[in-house]
Every structure is written in C-alpha cells, then in structure tokens.
C-alpha cells in the first residue's frame, strides 16, 4: 500500500522528443506527488509536484499529468534536451505524514 | 542562503567500524529527513526530527542505527559495527515549517564498508 510503481527503469530519447515517465500508487491517503531530478554524484532536486485537485501541471517544458481515479501520475518533459538526461525520482506523500515514499526511479538519457 | 549541506561526501569504513554522517539543513528549517540509496534503486526513507525530536524513525533498522538532531549543530545519522550491506548513498533533507512536503536535498554522503 505504500509503494509508488514506476516505469520505464530507463528510456532513451531524441532531442526534441517527449519522454513519458509514468507512475501508480496504492494510498488514497497520498496527496502529494512531487517529481525529482538526479544528476550522477548529486542529490535529487525538486522539479515539480502536484496534488489531487487538479488533472495537470506545467511548469516550463515539464508536465505532471494527473488521473485521480486510476491512481496514477505521469511527467512529460517537452522538446527535451541533453542536459535533461538524469534519473527521475516520483515519489508520494500525505499530509500529516512524515515519510516520501519514492519510486525506483528512471534513468533517461537525450540523444543529441 | 546555502543549501543542505552534508560531510563527509564519501567515507570509507572496514567492516565493525563506527560511521558519522553529518547533515546541515538550510538556515531556518527545523525538520531533517535522512533516506539511503542503494545503487540503481530510489531512496528509501529512514527517519524524520525536529530540533530534538524523533518524529518517525520507521525507516530506519532496529539496530546499530540511531539519528540525533540536537538544538545546536547538525543532525547526525550513526551507523554502528558497520557492515558490507550498509554501504549506500545517505542522503539528509530539509524543510521548512510549515511546508514539510518540500524538501532540499543535500548532496549526499556515499559510505563504502570493506
């Protein structure tokens, strides 16, 4: 119940394409979903995040997409760029709890 | 205003050796969170202070494990009698009051046990 899926473990795609990175979850009581980026040797950096009250977010090229029913959430990254190649974290949390529950991330890599 | 910074980076340990990871948070946030990242995994959460407090240490083993954050200088996670099996990326986070949802992560501590 309180794992969050993630998929694909790794995705490789052309510049300018649009990566999907999807992710489900279990927790109703989850209500918030924010997405981390990972650089080799660094630690994760907050990029995004949603909560349920609304389908969808964007903040510049990212996008989270959110399906309350299906109990799933997914980020699309538009016109990537090599510079985005790093893992992606998703991860979940409610309020009154104190934990972030990660999924197991995926490695994406932009072909220049 | 610096980030959450943590030290050693990397620290090398024989096998039964005591470990010390250190985490300052960002000034002016009171709640710490340390997770591990076992390679090519994500992070898995281990425990969560206030200034002097324990709130949740779930995540974190019954033994040779403990997390202190004390009302002055940094949170510090110990690894007794350390093992192979303990060797990860330890990562601190931080937050501020109020906003406990978001959180800054250091750079992380990555312990090698021989």
């Known amino acids: 119940q309180q794992q969050v899926k993630q998929s694909p473990q790794s995705l490789i795609v052309q510049k300018g394409g649009i990566p999907i990175i999807n992710c489900a979850y279990e927790?109703?009581?989850?209500?918030?979903f924010p997405w981390y980026q990972q650089f080799p040797g660094k630690g994760p950096a907050l990029l995004i995040a949603?909560?349920?009250?609304?389908s969808e977010k964007k903040e510049g090229r990212f996008t989270i997409s959110f399906n309350k029913s299906a109990k799933q959430f997914s980020l699309h990254i538009m016109d990537s760029q090599p510079g985005d190649s790093a893992t992606y974290f998703c991860?979940?949390?409610?309020?009154?709890?104190?934990?972030?529950?990660f999924g197991a991330g995926t490695r994406l890599f932009v072909k220049a | 205003n610096a980030g959450v910074m943590q030290n050693p980076r990397h620290l090398v340990r024989r096998r039964g050796q005591e470990a010390r990871l250190r985490c300052s948070p960002m000034?002016?946030?009171?709640?710490v969170y340390w997770y591990r990242q076992l390679p090519e995994e994500g992070l898995k959460f281990m425990v969560y202070?206030?200034?002097?407090?324990?709130?949740?240490e779930s995540g974190m083993p019954k033994e040779r494990f403990s997390a202190e954050f004390p009302k002055e200088g940094p949170s510090i996670l110990r690894i007794q009698q350390v093992v192979r099996g303990d060797s990860a990326a330890y990562f601190c986070?931080?937050?501020?009051?109020?906003?406990?949802?978001?959180?800054?992560f250091g750079p992380g501590t990555r312990l090698t046990v021989l």
């Open positions: 986070a931080s937050s501020p009051e109020g906003l406990i949802d978001t959180q800054y």
């Open positions: 927790n109703t009581a989850f209500d918030y």
């Open positions: 949603i909560r349920p009250d609304v």
């Open positions: 991860a979940a949390s409610y309020t009154g709890g104190f934990k972030t529950i």
């Open positions: 000034k002016g946030h009171s709640h």
């Open positions: 202070l206030q200034k002097e407090n324990i709130i949740d």
